[in-house]
């Protein structure tokens, strides 16, 4: 991560803690409601800016055969997760939903906790932030430990054993699309609906195991 993605993330962060300080201080219901739609618009803004930008320019290029350059903008790890995270605390504060009191420190630490950061998956901040301001969760819980080791390994055998297995079957008949008949067709979207959901499942298991490993 380079220092211009490490203020950007940092900003963002700080941004949205803003909203969460003001929003305390604002009574009526419409005025609550301007400052979320706001909000929304910059952190939505923001995930298209880096995301799609080379995307709208090419197709403005090409509707109004203009010549504008693509962008070459470092896209920050996980932004996705990162910024649907925030909007979910966004409109659970503008509902008054499961909200208490959050240090920035540990508002930042649930955003940027590598085990979901890259690939989820999105997680409610009172589910984490809580966990950090208990002072019981502080001292070593050896059957924790070994829980989370358990989880750890059964979710990387899904995604190193079996989705990745699976991948090369999808990969093989991608390869050889000319070859195609009705029984390789149904294979390959039985494997590669398999892939995905072992993938996904096998991440969140591994991002469990290590949120439970650190817990």
Known sequence: MNSQISIIIFFSILFNYCYYLLIQKI???????KLLIVFLVINIGTLMIFKYNNFFIENINAIFKTKYSLLKLAVPLGISFFTFQQISFLVDLYRNENVIRYPFIEY???LLFFGWVTSGPIVRHNQVINQFLDDSNKKINYENLSGAFIIFVHGLFKKVIIADTLGKIVNTIYL??????????????????????????GYSEIAAGIAKFLS
Do not use: G, P, V, W
């Open 27 to 33: 009574e009526t219901k419409i005025n609550r409601k």
């Open 108 to 110: 930042a630490l649930h």
């Open 176 to 201: 050889n699309l000319s070859d195609l008949n009705s029984t390789t067709a149904f294979l390959f979207a039985f494997c590669y609906t398999l892939q995905i959901y072992f993938d996904f499942s």
